[in-house]
Each structure stands twice: as C-alpha cells, then as structure tokens.
C-alpha cells in the first residue's frame, strides 16, 4: 500500500554512488545529462508501487501535477487514475485526489492525456480496459474527460464528450465496440481550439481531435496518416500553425503539420526498434527537447534536443538507467531553467519494484556533452 503523503528526496536512498558509468555493447561509456554541477543526476521514487506512465502538466500557480496509472501492472488489475503534485519543483509529491475511479466496476483506468484549458482548468482524458483480470483484458474503455478548477483535487467527470461514432481513415478502422485511446499532452492549436491525439483499432490508427468549447466536448478528427501503423503519437505545437508528432511503431517516426494539425506529412524515423514512446517540451533557449524511452540494452530514459524546430537532432543523452520494464517520459522545465523528468520503470538500483521516478537536470550545463 501507497501512503498518501509526499515523499521526500532527503527520505530515499541516494543512487549517485550506485550508477557508474553503464557499458553498451563493448567498452564504450554512455554519455548521461548532468546537473548544475556538472554530475550525472540522481533518480529519486517519487510515488512507489505504481506502473504511472505519468503525464506532467504544469498549472498557473507554478505547481507540477502529475496524473497516474495506480497500480503496478499493465492495466491487468482494477484500477484508477490518480492525480499526485509537487509544489517544489519535483522534491517532494502528494496525492492531490482521483481523477478516473473505478468506483465498484471491475475495470482498470490508465491511459491519459492532460492539459491547462483556456480559463486555468486542469483537463484529463482518460480510457482503459473493461474487465483486466481476463485474459484479454476484455474491451476498451469509451474516454472520459475530467476537471478539475482547483488543481487536481476535485473533479467533475463527463463520459459523453467523445463522440460515439468513430472515424475511419484508409485501413485504419477503428470498430463499432472498439474505442480510441488518449495519450500525451493537451495543447492549443493556432486557431484557439485545443488539440488532443487519441489512436486505436486492430492496424493502428492515430487522430487528432479538436475543442471548440474549452475542453468540454472533442471532434473533428483528422488522421496523421491513411497507412501508417501509428501508435501513441505525442504532439507539439511549435507555433504559427507548425506542429510535430513522435509516433510509436517500431521506435519513433517523426511526422510535420505546417497546417495547424489538420495535415500531416512523415517526416523521418527519429529512433530505433524499442525506442518509444516520445513526449516534446520547448526550452527557455528555444530547443525543442524530446525524451523518450529506451527499451534496448541497458534501459533507460534517453533525451535528444533540436535547435532548427525538428529539422535536425543531436545524439542521444541518458536520463535515468531501469531493468526490466520502464519509460513513458514526460519533461517540464522549471522556473530556474532545470528541467524535471518522470518516468515509470519496474527496477532501478537499490529499488526492487514499480515506481514513479523523477530526475532533475540541467539543459544548458548539459548543451555539448
């Protein structure tokens, strides 16, 4: 059982010691972000006994919520999601309330994609499976969409702002009993409309849906592709209508929007085979920074910058090392320009089981290395 309280950095077992340099396939060291002080950053748990795949969304008071798968399994047993926050710039995290319960169903919740609407409220998407203690998991959840107007503690929940019809593109069909499924952030179009990726459907099919009402109710879908298999496409408004999406299938691809998300073109692969999923965060110093989770030997969470909007990417940088199961990344920078990394992973050094972790690192000590 997870205690409801925070938990504090000064309270877990340091790591620094136990992380030396990891050797991949042969003698060559990996190059690893660095803090402040020019050291290899120290993971902290920061909520334990959890799968996560958290989603961080920074609110207008400066708080970082982040909103959480609560059990730790692949939505294979009942279970909510959750919504945690810290008010110190990730050192410490508190339960702040539950944002998509299970109420008595037998079913499990997980799968989000968050964001500030127009008028400062925190926005939830959410799905999951029905019936997780069955082979098959049974079928997918409809989204529902929760909010909250004081930061995540309290929530009014709407499960028929989705649409019930849902659209077929190309091959991509999605059928009658089969539901899209939300995934990374929430963001604002050029028009003022928001924007929220869901994908789903036996051959992949990923779709960007509009709000005209401030997050209330969601159309309008446009595909990213007709063909492409496509999962878990993180979005990024660059600005001026320019978008990006980091989408999964055999690692990363990089698709391009200059058309405010109503089109998209494929860009390049950005990653290799097990190297997913992405999420974007734009840098004080203009970068573009994507994080995302490395599932080849040794396991990690990795981060690459891009200084021309997506054009081009340095090499890969590390994060955080797990073993075994790990990453779903999500990255906020901080007021003082550090920027906050969350991650789940089933094993670090030094802690056995499933958790939220967090890092925090600094881009422009870490910028050449």
Request: with cysteine.
């Amino acid at each position: 059982m997870r205690d409801n309280v925070a938990m504090c950095v000064c309270g877990i077992v340091s790591l620094s010691i136990l992380l030396a340099p990891v050797v991949a396939g042969g003698e060559e060291d990996r190059s690893y972000v660095v803090t402040r002080e020019g050291k290899r950053p120290e993971p902290v748990v920061a909520v334990d006994n959890v799968c996560a795949w958290p989603n961080l969304t920074v609110l207008g008071d400066g708080s970082i919520v982040a909103t959480i798968h609560n059990q730790p399994s692949h939505l294979k047993v009942p279970a909510d999601v959750e919504c945690w926050a810290s008010e110190d710039g990730g050192r410490t995290w508190a339960k702040r309330g539950t944002l998509a319960p299970r109420d008595n169903e037998v079913v499990a919740r997980g799968n989000v994609a968050a964001g500030v609407a127009h008028n400062g409220d925190l926005i939830v998407i959410t799905a999951g499976w029905s019936d997780p203690v069955s082979e098959t998991r049974g079928t997918p959840l409809p989204p529902i969409v929760s909010r909250s107007t004081d930061g995540g503690r309290s929530w009014a929940i709407d499960a028929d702002a989705f649409p019930g019809q849902w659209p077929e593109v190309g091959r991509s069909k999605i059928s009658p009993e089969g539901y899209l499924t939300p995934f990374g952030d929430i963001l604002e179009g050029d028009d003022g409309r928001l924007c929220v990726g869901l994908y789903g459907g036996p051959a992949g099919a990923a779709f960007v849906y509009r709000s005209h009402d401030d997050g209330k109710t969601w159309a309008d879908p446009t595909a990213l592709s007709k063909d492409a298999t496509i999962y878990e496409q993180a979005l990024f408004h660059l600005g001026e209508g320019k978008w990006l999406a980091a989408t999964r299938h055999d690692g990363l691809d990089l698709y391009a929007s200059d058309d405010d998300a109503k089109t998209w073109v494929h860009r390049k692969k950005l990653t290799g085979a097990a190297q997913h999923p992405g999420h974007f965060a734009r840098l004080k110093d203009g970068r573009v920074l994507l994080t995302y989770g490395n599932r080849v030997e040794p396991k990690g969470v990795d981060v690459r910058f891009s200084d021309d909007e997506g054009t081009t990417w340095s090499d890969p940088l590390r994060v955080a090392d797990f073993q075994g199961d790990g990453g779903y990344p999500s990255s906020v920078q901080l007021p003082d320009g550090q920027v906050l990394t969350a991650y789940y992973a089933q094993r670090i050094a030094g802690h056995n089981r499933y958790h939220m972790g967090v890092v925090v690192w600094d881009p422009a000590t870490t910028r050449g290395h």
